[in-house]
C-alpha cells in the first residue's frame, strides 16, 4: 500500500485527537487565511490545488445531485458493472455493519449509483445530499476519496480536514479505483465512509481488496466470454462450409457435427455422443476410423444408402488429430458426389419406406402392392399432400420394371404450349429456336419403364387426345414429324380432382379416365388416419417427445395439407424447438388458433358426442373378447383405445372380463 495515500500514525480516536486539530489549523490557513501550509501530505495538497481551479467553494453546503434522467442513463450504462459489484458491496458492508457506516460505488465521472450502509449516517449523509445520484467528482465538490481516487487511479483514504468542503470534515473516507482488466479504462470507484471516531487504516485495505477481486473476476467473466465467443465464432465457421465436417474422438463418437455433415447423412443437429459404428448407414466410417487412429490419412468414396432416401456416393476424407504422439480423434470431410442423371430417373421409395397402420391406409398400400405385380394403368386419388407419388415409386420398385426409369411429370407445371414437345418430343425445325437435331420427349425417355403423370386432372384437352393415342396404340409422334416411334412405358396417374366430375363438365375425356382408371387406389387423407400421427412423430423428430398438449392439437387438428404439411411442421420445430420436449409453444399460430376457434364452435356438439363415443366405447368392449378386437371394430389402434377409456376413468379389463 501507498504510504502517501493513507494518514500515518494512530488515529482509531481520530476526533479527540490533536492530529485532527494540526489538519484544522492547516486547512484553514490554506482556505481562510490564504497561508501556504507545510506536513499536509503532498497528495491531498496537489488535490486542495486542483479544486481551487475548478472553483469549487470549500464553504460549500451539500453536493451537487444530478436530474433523474441523467441517472437513469448513467445506471443504465452502468447496468452490468452494477450488477457484478453489489454483492461485494453487501459482503463489505457485513463487515462494518453497526459501524455507522456507508458502502459506496461511483462511476467514472464521480456519480454515485449504488449505496447501503447504517441507517443514522445514511439519513445525515442524505440530509447534504450524499446519495444515489450525488457527483463526488473533484471539479464539483473538491477533494475527497472518491473524486481524487479516480483522478491518481490509486486507492486513497482521506481523514476530516483533508477533505476540500467544511461539511465532510467529520468524516473519513476510503476508496479504491476499479481498472477494466482488458482495456484499462477507468470503470469508478468502491469506497468506504465513516465518521471520524471510526476511521481505522484497515478501511482502505478493505476497498483495496473488494476492487483488486472485483477485477480479477471481470478479468475470469472476460476469458470466458471470449471462449464463448471463440466457441461460436468456431461453430458458424465450420457450420458455413459448403462440405461436411465430422469431428469424432478416439472413441469413434460424433462430438461435432456441422449443418451440411447432419444434411448429407441424416443425423440430428444435436447429435450428441453418438457412436459411428452405431448407426447402420454410417458402418462405413467405422471400418476406416481404425487407419485414421493409427495417424494414416485416409480417403475412399462409398455409396450410402440413406433411410427413406435416395442412394448417393460421398466422398470421404479422414486425418487423425494428435496431441504430441496422442491419438485423440479424427476430422471427417464429406464430400457427395451424384449422377444427377440417373438420379433422375430412379424412384427412391419402396413399400416399406410409407409409414402408418391406419386400416385405410394399410388397406391402399396392399392394393397397390397387388397392383405392383401387373402392367396396368394405375389411377391414384387422394388430397394434395398425402404421398401419391411415393405410392407411385413403390408400386415401380416392385414391379417387373424396377430396373427401368422412372419418371414424374407434373402436368399442371407445363406450359400449355411446351406439354406437346416436353411429353413426345419434337423433331429438328419442328418450331422457331427448336434444339439442332430435336429432342426426345419424357415417354422415349422412359421407355421401358414407367411415367408417373401427376396433377392428371389438369392436362389440357386437346393433349387428351395424343395421350390417349399413346395408351391404345403404344406409340408416339414428336411434334413435327409424321412417323410414329413405338414406346413401351407403364402410366400411373395421379389427381386431387374428382375426375368423374371433370368429365361432367367436358374438361376432361370420359375414354382417357376409363383408360387410365384400370385399377383405382384411393390414398386417404391424414384426418382419417390420425392414429398414425404417433408414428409420423416418432419418424420426424426421434430426438423429441412431444407433450400431452401438443399430441391432442395434433389429434384435434384437421391438417388440410395432409402429410407434407405435418412434415413442414416437424421440420420447423426441429428448427426452434431447442428442448428435448416440445412444447405447445412450438407449434405454428395457425395450427393453435385453428384449435381455439374450432373449439369454441364445437363445444355443445363435443359434450354431446362424448357422451356418445363413451357409450360406442362400452358397449364395443362388453361386444368383444378382447382390447385387439375391440380396437379393430372401433377402427383404432390399441393404444388409442386405451387411451379413450383413461379420458373416460374406464377400466378396460372390467369390461371385457364381464362378456
Same mark, same amino acid.
Given at each position: 500500500?501507498?504510504?502517501?495515500?493513507? %494518514?500515518?500514525?494512530?488515529?482509531?480516536? +481520530?476526533?479527540?485527537?490533536?492530529?485532527?486539530?494540526?489538519?484544522?489549523?492547516?486547512?484553514?490557513?490554506?482556505?481562510?487565511?490564504?497561508?501556504?501550509?507545510?506536513?499536509? #501530505?503532498?497528495?491531498?495538497?496537489?488535490?486542495?490545488?486542483r479544486s481551487l481551479k475548478h472553483r469549487v467553494t470549500p464553504f460549500a453546503n451539500q453536493a451537487l445531485v444530478c436530474d433523474l434522467t441523467t441517472l437513469i442513463k448513467v445506471q443504465q450504462e452502468n447496468k452490468n458493472i452494477l450488477t457484478l459489484i453489489r454483492p461485494f458491496m453487501d459482503d463489505l458492508f457485513d463487515m462494518v455493519k453497526g459501524t455507522d457506516s456507508l458502502i459506496a460505488f461511483a462511476n467514472k465521472d464521480g456519480i454515485v449509483l449504488d449505496l447501503c450502509g447504517d441507517s443514522e449516517i445514511a439519513m445525515n449523509a442524505a440530509s447534504i445530499n450524499f446519495t444515489v445520484g450525488a457527483d463526488m467528482s473533484e471539479e464539483s465538490i473538491g477533494t475527497n476519496a472518491i473524486g481524487?481516487?479516480?483522478?491518481?487511479?490509486?486507492?486513497?483514504?482521506?481523514?476530516?480536514?483533508?477533505?476540500?468542503?467544511?461539511?465532510?470534515?467529520?468524516?473519513?473516507?476510503?476508496?479504491?479505483?476499479?481498472?477494466?482488466?482488458?482495456?484499462?479504462?477507468?470503470?469508478?470507484?468502491?469506497?468506504?465512509?465513516?465518521?471520524?471516531?471510526?476511521?481505522?487504516?484497515?478501511?482502505?485495505?478493505?476497498?483495496?481488496?473488494?476492487?483488486?477481486? *472485483?477485477?480479477?473476476?471481470?478479468?475470469?467473466?472476460?476469458?470466458?466470454?471470449?471462449?464463448?465467443?471463440?466457441?461460436?465464432?468456431?461453430?458458424?465457421?465450420?457450420?458455413?462450409?459448403?462440405?461436411?465436417?465430422?469431428?469424432?474422438?478416439?472413441?469413434?463418437?460424433?462430438?461435432?457435427?456441422?449443418?451440411?455433415?447432419?444434411?448429407?447423412?441424416?443425423?440430428?443437429?444435436?447429435?450428441?455422443?453418438?457412436?459411428?459404428?452405431?448407426?447402420?448407414?454410417?458402418?462405413?466410417?467405422?471400418?476406416?476410423?481404425?487407419?485414421?487412429?493409427?495417424?494414416?490419412? !485416409?480417403?475412399?468414396?462409398?455409396?450410402?444408402?440413406?433411410?427413406?432416401?435416395?442412394?448417393?456416393?460421398?466422398?470421404?476424407?479422414? #486425418?487423425?488429430?494428435?496431441?504430441?504422439?496422442?491419438?485423440?480423434?479424427?476430422?471427417?470431410?464429406?464430400?457427395?458426389?451424384?449422377?444427377?442423371?440417373?438420379?433422375? %430417373?430412379?424412384?427412391?421409395?419402396?413399400?416399406?419406406?410409407?409409414?402408418?397402420?391406419?386400416?385405410?391406409?394399410?388397406?391402399?398400400?396392399?392394393?397397390?402392392?397387388?397392383?405392383?405385380?401387373?402392367?396396368?394403368?394405375?389411377?391414384?386419388?387422394?388430397?394434395?399432400?398425402?404421398?401419391?407419388?411415393?405410392?407411385?415409386?413403390?408400386?415401380?420398385?416392385?414391379?417387373?420394371?424396377?430396373?427401368?426409369? +422412372?419418371?414424374?411429370?407434373?402436368?399442371?407445371?407445363?406450359?400449355?404450349?411446351? *406439354?406437346?414437345? $416436353?411429353?413426345?418430343?419434337?423433331?429438328?425445325?419442328?418450331?422457331?429456336?427448336?434444339?439442332?437435331?430435336? #429432342?426426345?420427349?419424357?415417354?422415349?425417355?422412359?421407355?421401358?419403364?414407367?411415367?408417373?403423370?401427376?396433377?392428371?386432372?389438369?392436362?389440357?384437352?386437346?393433349?387428351?387426345?395424343?395421350?390417349?393415342?399413346?395408351?391404345?396404340?403404344?406409340?408416339?409422334?414428336?411434334?413435327?414429324?409424321?412417323?410414329?416411334?413405338?414406346?413401351?412405358?407403364?402410366?400411373?396417374?395421379?389427381?386431387?380432382?374428382?375426375?368423374?366430375?371433370?368429365?361432367?363438365?367436358?374438361? +376432361?375425356?370420359?375414354?382417357?379416365?376409363?383408360?387410365?382408371?384400370?385399377?383405382?387406389?384411393?390414398?386417404?387423407?391424414?384426418?382419417?388416419?390420425?392414429?398414425?400421427?404417433?408414428?409420423?412423430?416418432?419418424?420426424?423428430?426421434?430426438?423429441?417427445?412431444?407433450?400431452?398438449?401438443?399430441?391432442?392439437?395434433?389429434?384435434?387438428?384437421?391438417?388440410?395439407?395432409?402429410?407434407?404439411?405435418?412434415?413442414?411442421?416437424?421440420?420447423?420445430?426441429?428448427?426452434?424447438?431447442?428442448?428435448?420436449?416440445?412444447? $405447445?409453444?412450438?407449434?405454428?399460430?395457425?395450427?393453435?388458433?385453428?384449435?381455439?376457434?374450432?373449439?369454441?364452435?364445437?363445444?355443445?356438439?363435443?359434450?354431446?358426442?362424448?357422451?356418445?363415443?363413451?357409450?360406442?366405447?362400452?358397449?364395443?368392449?362388453?361386444?368383444?373378447?378382447?382390447?385387439?378386437?375391440?380396437?379393430?371394430?372401433?377402427?383404432?389402434?390399441?393404444?388409442?383405445?386405451?387411451?379413450?377409456?383413461?379420458?373416460?376413468?374406464?377400466? !378396460?379389463?372390467?369390461?371385457?372380463?364381464?362378456?
Amino acid at each position: 500500500m501507498d504510504p502517501i495515500y493513507t %494518514l500515518k500514525g494512530s488515529y482509531r480516536n +481520530f476526533g479527540a485527537s490533536q492530529a485532527e486539530k494540526t489538519l484544522k489549523n492547516m486547512w484553514t490557513n490554506y482556505f481562510i487565511k490564504k497561508r501556504e501550509v507545510e506536513g499536509i #501530505r503532498p497528495v491531498i495538497l496537489s488535490s486542495w490545488k486542483r479544486s481551487l481551479k475548478h472553483r469549487v467553494t470549500p464553504f460549500a453546503n451539500q453536493a451537487l445531485v444530478c436530474d433523474l434522467t441523467t441517472l437513469i442513463k448513467v445506471q443504465q450504462e452502468n447496468k452490468n458493472i452494477l450488477t457484478l459489484i453489489r454483492p461485494f458491496m453487501d459482503d463489505l458492508f457485513d463487515m462494518v455493519k453497526g459501524t455507522d457506516s456507508l458502502i459506496a460505488f461511483a462511476n467514472k465521472d464521480g456519480i454515485v449509483l449504488d449505496l447501503c450502509g447504517d441507517s443514522e449516517i445514511a439519513m445525515n449523509a442524505a440530509s447534504i445530499n450524499f446519495t444515489v445520484g450525488a457527483d463526488m467528482s473533484e471539479e464539483s465538490i473538491g477533494t475527497n476519496a472518491i473524486g481524487t481516487a479516480l483522478v491518481t487511479e490509486k486507492a486513497i483514504q482521506i481523514i476530516g480536514a483533508e477533505h476540500y468542503c467544511a461539511i465532510w470534515h467529520s468524516s473519513h473516507c476510503s476508496s479504491a479505483p476499479i481498472i477494466d482488466p482488458f482495456t484499462n479504462e477507468l470503470i469508478g470507484a468502491i469506497t468506504l465512509i465513516g465518521y471520524i471516531p471510526t476511521a481505522n487504516p484497515h478501511s482502505l485495505g478493505l476497498v483495496k481488496t473488494a476492487a483488486d477481486t *472485483i477485477v480479477k473476476l471481470m478479468e475470469q467473466q472476460g476469458i470466458m466470454k471470449e471462449k464463448y465467443m471463440m466457441n461460436n465464432y468456431f461453430n458458424a465457421a465450420i457450420d458455413s462450409i459448403s462440405d461436411g465436417i465430422l469431428i469424432v474422438n478416439r472413441f469413434g463418437e460424433i462430438i461435432q457435427a456441422n449443418k451440411m455433415a447432419s444434411h448429407l447423412l441424416k443425423l440430428p443437429m444435436n447429435v450428441g455422443k453418438c457412436r459411428l459404428r452405431d448407426i447402420e448407414h454410417l458402418h462405413p466410417f467405422s471400418m476406416y476410423l481404425s487407419e485414421s487412429i493409427q495417424g494414416n490419412e !485416409v480417403i475412399f468414396q462409398e455409396e450410402i444408402g440413406m433411410p427413406h432416401d435416395e442412394k448417393h456416393k460421398l466422398i470421404f476424407t479422414m #486425418r487423425g488429430i494428435n496431441d504430441g504422439n496422442e491419438h485423440i480423434g479424427s476430422i471427417i470431410i464429406l464430400k457427395k458426389k451424384v449422377n444427377k442423371e440417373t438420379n433422375k %430417373l430412379k424412384a427412391k421409395y419402396v413399400f416399406s419406406s410409407l409409414i402408418g397402420e391406419a386400416p385405410l391406409f394399410k388397406q391402399a398400400i396392399k392394393r397397390a402392392q397387388k397392383a405392383a405385380c401387373t402392367d396396368k394403368s394405375i389411377l391414384i386419388t387422394g388430397e394434395s399432400g398425402t404421398g401419391k407419388e411415393l405410392f407411385a415409386q413403390a408400386i415401380h420398385n416392385e414391379s417387373m420394371r424396377q430396373s427401368k426409369p +422412372f419418371l414424374a411429370i407434373n402436368c399442371a407445371a407445363i406450359p400449355k404450349d411446351l *406439354i406437346a414437345s $416436353e411429353l413426345f418430343g419434337y423433331v429438328e425445325g419442328a418450331f422457331t429456336n427448336a434444339a439442332r437435331g430435336g #429432342r426426345k420427349g419424357k415417354f422415349e425417355v422412359a421407355n421401358g419403364g414407367t411415367i408417373f403423370l401427376d396433377e392428371i386432372g389438369d392436362m389440357p384437352l386437346e393433349l387428351q387426345a395424343h395421350l390417349l393415342r399413346v395408351l391404345e396404340e403404344k406409340e408416339i409422334t414428336p411434334v413435327g414429324s409424321h412417323l410414329s416411334n413405338p414406346i413401351d412405358v407403364r402410366i400411373i396417374a395421379a389427381t386431387n380432382k374428382d375426375l368423374f366430375q371433370l368429365v361432367k363438365e367436358n374438361k +376432361f375425356r370420359l375414354d382417357l379416365f376409363y383408360r387410365l382408371n384400370i385399377i383405382s387406389l384411393q390414398i386417404p387423407p391424414l384426418n382419417k388416419r390420425k392414429q398414425d400421427i404417433e408414428l409420423f412423430i416418432s419418424h420426424f423428430l426421434p430426438t423429441k417427445k412431444v407433450s400431452n398438449g401438443v399430441l391432442t392439437h395434433f389429434l384435434e387438428y384437421d391438417w388440410p395439407g395432409n402429410l407434407r404439411e405435418f412434415k413442414n411442421v416437424m421440420e420447423q420445430i426441429e428448427i426452434f424447438c431447442e428442448e428435448s420436449i416440445v412444447t $405447445e409453444e412450438h407449434l405454428p399460430s395457425y395450427i393453435r388458433s385453428s384449435i381455439q376457434i374450432e373449439n369454441n364452435d364445437l363445444n355443445l356438439y363435443q359434450s354431446l358426442a362424448n357422451e356418445t363415443k363413451k357409450d360406442t366405447l362400452i358397449f364395443t368392449l362388453k361386444n368383444s373378447g378382447s382390447v385387439s378386437q375391440a380396437a379393430k371394430k372401433l377402427g383404432v389402434s390399441a393404444s388409442t383405445l386405451y387411451r379413450w377409456a383413461s379420458e373416460y376413468q374406464l377400466n !378396460v379389463k372390467d369390461y371385457i372380463q364381464s362378456t
